[in-house]
């Protein structure tokens, strides 16, 4: 077999695979790091074996068993240091030789939830928490997740090694919470899948308006945790948010990469599939909950542009409702200038802009590219175009994405081009 074929298949199987390994091997050593460790030892292995051996008729067991004979070799290793500390004086038990259970599905299925909520830990911060679960759930390597969010590749390897020490300085447990602290933990996993999905949909920095491998990979993530809590309403709201939102991939961005705005999109080429998936798990989040949060209400709102066949034909009055429940559950400025564009679609412009005037002096939209953006379209629409140019010049000054500065200036010189 040529090694070019042979690393494919390994890449392959890899990005299948590993969690579930590095989800058991957790559970056999309860040390992160030491699983993951063990895992990559695994990949090695067949990175050198498969090119002569070829690839194995059940790949997943082979990674597995391999992983499994690196897991007891290190904990006899372990146990013989033991008993050299013991024969030294310290009085340390001896312990029987390691015999590591075999694993069945349901044991898979226990790891995986165990290690999601270990990876999207509260006690980790964001950035930590998305690249560990990019790492050990999704299997990409230090390299893809340095290209996904343009930052180098030691400042994503720094990320990883220190969430993994503060795991293990802070011993979190490797559990499911349970009880009163299970809603907290799960809106930290739910977070995490949200961000790197955001990140995909709406690059913050770069050449690219999208990067679909993260809107994917945060799909799997999020079809995988509804799969491990099916009871849970908010995880499938967020699971149908994303499906309703990657509905759209395709018509957000010309032949050439340019950006193209909700209102502009040719909705022939929204994927359907994925709206009926969507729309299937936001019944399946209603029938779960009397009382929406704010995935659900989101996936609510993205709904309505999916079940509009043209932008003329969006439920406008229903959205804003939509929003001000979003508000009261979710309050933040954030929310405010979105409501504000929908206000302004379904009441006029005027309306709309009288929200955004207020939101003017929120600190936490002080350098935040929508705020004028959004401002300048309600401007423009109302006539005043050379505010609104303004406007768009300073959202172009304020975005870190090399398209969006592109389409917002291009927005500016319309609005030049419109004065009476």
Same mark, same amino acid.
């Given at each position: ?9 390994? +890449?392959?199987?890899w990005?299948?695979?590993? #969690? ?12 992160? %790091?030491?699983? +993951?460790?063990?895992a ?5 292995? #067949?990175?050198e074996?498969?090119?002569?051996? %070829?690839?194995?008729?059940?790949p ?28 030294? %004086? ?21 790891? @995986? ?8 830990? &509260? ?14 759930l ?14 180098? +590749? ?18 979190? &447990? ?25 990140? %995909? ?11 679909p ?20 309403a +908010? ?7 994303? $499906? ?18 909700? @209102? ?9 599939? @994925? ?35 043209t ?13 001000? #429940? ?10 405010e ?15 709309? @802009? ?7 002096? $929120? ?45 917002? $200036? ?9 004065? &009476?």
């Open positions: 077999m040529q090694a070019t074929q042979a690393r494919r298949a390994v +890449e392959a199987v990005r299948i695979e590993s #969690a579930r390994i590095v989800a058991t091997l957790v559970r056999w050593t309860r040390d992160v %790091g030491l699983a +993951e460790e063990l990559q030892d695994a990949l090695v292995a #067949a990175l074996q498969w090119p002569e051996s %070829g690839i194995p008729a059940n997943g067991a082979w990674l597995q068993a391999v992983a499994k004979r690196r897991a007891v070799d290190e904990l006899r290793r372990r146990q013989r240091l033991e008993r050299k500390v013991d024969e030294l %004086g310290r009085q340390l038990p001896t312990h029987a030789e390691p015999d590591l259970p075999d694993v069945d599905a349901a044991d898979i299925t226990d790891d @995986l939830l165990r290690l999601v909520f270990t990876a999207c830990h &509260p006690v980790l911060p964001a950035q930590a928490r998305v690249a560990l679960t990019l790492r050990l999704g299997g990409l390597t230090t390299a893809e997740i340095a290209r996904a969010f343009l930052v180098s +590749e030691a400042t994503v390897a720094q990320r990883i090694v220190r969430a993994k020490k503060t795991l293990a300085r802070k011993r979190v &447990p490797l559990e499911v919470p349970g009880g009163h602290d299970l809603e907290p933990r799960l809106s930290s996993v739910l977070e995490v899948v949200y961000l790197i999905f955001n990140e %995909g949909y709406a690059a913050t920095a770069g050449a690219d308006w999208m990067r491998d993260l809107c994917a990979e945060a799909l799997r993530l999020g079809r995988m945790i509804a799969e491990l809590v099916p009871g849970e +908010e995880v499938h709201g967020l699971v149908a948010l994303l $499906e309703l939102q990657a509905s759209r991939t395709r018509a957000r961005t010309t032949s050439d990469g340019q950006p193209v705005l909700l @209102l502009d999109q040719d909705r022939a080429r929204w994927d359907r599939l @994925l709206i009926r998936r969507g729309l299937a798990a936001l019944d399946r989040a209603l029938a779960l909950t009397s009382a929406p949060g704010p995935y659900v209400l989101q996936a609510a709102i993205a709904a309505c542009h999916a079940r509009a066949t932008a003329a034909d969006t439920d406008w009055a229903r959205i804003a409702a939509l929003y001000g #429940a979003l508000a009261v559950v979710r309050p933040s400025p954030v929310v200038l979105n409501r504000a564009v929908v206000v302004g679609m379904a009441d006029g412009p005027a309306a709309g @802009l009288e929200l955004v005037e207020r939101l003017a002096g $929120e600190p936490a939209l002080a350098s935040y590219h929508l705020l004028p953006s959004v401002r300048g379209d309600l401007l423009a629409k109302l006539g005043r175009h050379d505010e609104a140019r303004d406007q768009f010049l300073l959202a172009a000054r304020l975005t870190r994405n090399e398209r969006e500065r592109e389409l917002l $200036e291009n927005r500016a010189a319309t609005s030049r081009s419109e004065r &009476p």
